[in-house]
């Protein structure tokens, strides 16, 4: 016999409510440490879903460059497929996606309450046809169409993985899981940023519509959430559920919390009125809560530096190539999104929250300090200075992949009561984006009204009211479980 397991008594209690039945008995049963291993493949599979996101996060600044200089072959030289296309055009190719995000999440509540595993399936496989249409695209107008379908596919997916994670984990490994749906982003980040120095915007298009294809691939192998399944009365197939996730850990006591907790939030439910769900704290509290962070988030320049990068660098450095610098930024991302998901369960989310805002608001204030001296001296004196700008957007990028990005879509997860998780998670989701897409088109604006390092000076005064904001308003959630999981959560309703 390992070590893991040992042997006890336990008292398994009548249960016939919906159908539901175990006779009463006293049971000798071979307990285990939890099995954490089907857990990490489930988000294994999940991840190629934050993979495509990553990956289109990636594309958008190599393949403006490419589209811009009529780089549109898919083998060889040919020209067959060229177009013309103009700087603003790439401004709606940028921001199109997150439009169609925001509209995605609009619709999140109704498709997740189809079922989580078949939501993810119903949008891996319009998200890779829309890739595989845009390397094929003859017009900039086809181009604007399938970046609003991919948004609106990425959004979809990005919310319900994070749901689903939320709802098979243990609250010990949660924040790692939901940290590694984060990384596996980033990486398609930089994948992208390295690849588009070789592939023009056709041929990188059609290598991240192979990100989707392995997602709905990936969802043919896992079950699907027991949270769901108990909601939707299907009791043994949520034993089943919770078998492949747990292997030998004994189900039963999870099982009848899951069932317990969820059939009171069901109740509750269907005693909602349209006014109680509006006016009842359980809903506006978390939805104030996510949607504060993710508006302190999208204003804080995170979205400048990824659409904008190449051409930031560009009016700020002397020597150093802008490419590298991205590359070394998106590499940046990466290492910090490895680290953030083991510290989110070990330091907690409220501190991470509180240092990153600091750190944010720091380098966006010396960037636009630097801006402001580099407009004012001449560039080629600045050489050796190369390093100050570099060094500001390192630290941003590494405050931002540690604190309040992960942070404020693992709390969406978290934070919603289960009767209120759908509504709750596209509420806050369809606003980020919405938040993302009018950043995205107002940077050039804010960057011709109030120069670059006005428009910088401007985020740094953001990122310190969002620090205000995450010591007044944000709760610490480390280690607490989810209402289904919650053994009191029937008796406090």
């Known amino acids: 016999m390992s070590l893991h397991h040992k042997y006890y008594v336990t008292t398994v209690p009548d249960d016939v409510e919906n159908g539901f039945k175990m006779p009463r008995a006293s049971v000798v049963q071979i307990a285990a440490r939890p099995r954490h291993r089907s857990s990490m493949l489930a988000t294994l599979a999940l991840s190629m879903g934050t993979l495509s996101c990553g990956l289109a996060k990636g594309y958008t600044s190599p393949a403006s460059d490419s589209i811009l200089h009529n780089d549109s072959s898919l083998i060889g030289n040919h020209s067959r497929w060229a177009f013309t296309a103009k700087e603003q055009d790439m401004s709606w ?19 997740m309450r189809r079922g989580r595993k078949l939501a993810l399936q119903l949008t891996s496989l319009p998200l890779a046809a829309a890739w595989i249409l845009t390397g094929f695209a003859p017009c900039i107008e086809l ?106 850990h004994d189900i039963i006591p999870e099982l009848q919390i899951i069932k317990k907790n969820v059939l009171a939030s069901r109740a509750k439910q269907y005693e909602l009125t349209f006014r109680d769900s509006v006016v009842t704290s359980r809903l506006y509290k978390p939805i104030a809560i996510t949607c504060g962070l993710m508006f302190f988030q999208r204003f804080s320049g995170a979205n400048a530096f990824i659409y904008y990068a190449v ?16 590359i070394a930024i998106a590499f940046a991302n990466l290492l910090s999104s490895m680290l953030s998901g083991f510290l989110i369960d070990i330091v907690g989310r409220l501190p991470l929250l509180i240092a990153s805002s600091v750190f944010m608001s720091m380098a966006l204030a010396c960037f636009g300090s630097y801006s402001y001296y580099h407009s004012m001296t001449s560039p080629s004196s600045l050489g050796q200075y190369d390093w100050i700008p570099l060094t500001c957007v390192l630290v941003f ?73 995450v010591v007044c308003c944000v709760p610490e959630t480390k280690g607490k479980q989810l209402d289904e999981m919650n053994p009191n959560y029937g008796q406090t309703r």
């Open 397 to 469: 990028t590494t405050a931002l992949a540690l604190g309040i990005s992960p942070i404020s879509w693992l709390l969406i997860g978290e934070l919603f009561p289960l009767e209120y998780r759908g509504l709750g998670s596209s509420i806050s989701t369809s606003f980020s984006y919405f938040c993302a897409f009018i950043g995205i088109k107002l940077f050039t604006d804010f960057k011709q009204v109030l120069g670059l390092h006005g428009a910088f000076w401007f985020y740094a005064v953001v990122a310190i009211c969002g620090l205000c904001f």
């Open 143 to 248: 181009v604007f169409v399938t970046s609003f379908i991919g948004g609106l596919c990425s959004a979809l997916i990005t919310m319900v993985a994070q749901v689903y994670i939320s709802e098979i984990s243990l609250p010990g490994i949660r924040g790692c899981l939901s940290g590694m749906l984060k990384m596996v982003g980033h990486i398609g980040i930089l994948f992208s940023t390295i690849a588009g120095s070789y592939l023009n915007w056709r041929q990188s298009a059609l290598v991240v519509a192979t990100a989707p294809a392995m997602l709905f691939i990936g969802t043919l192998f896992i079950p699907e959430t027991p949270s769901y399944l108990v909601l939707n009365g299907r009791d043994s197939e949520a034993a089943l559920s919770l078998m492949w996730l747990r292997g030998t």
């Open 93 to 111: 190719v940028a921001s199109l996606s997150m439009l169609g995000a925001g509209c995605g999440a609009l619709i999140g509540d109704w498709i």
């Open 311 to 326: 051409t930031i660098f560009k009016e700020t450095l002397s020597v150093m190539s802008p490419h590298n610098a991205a």
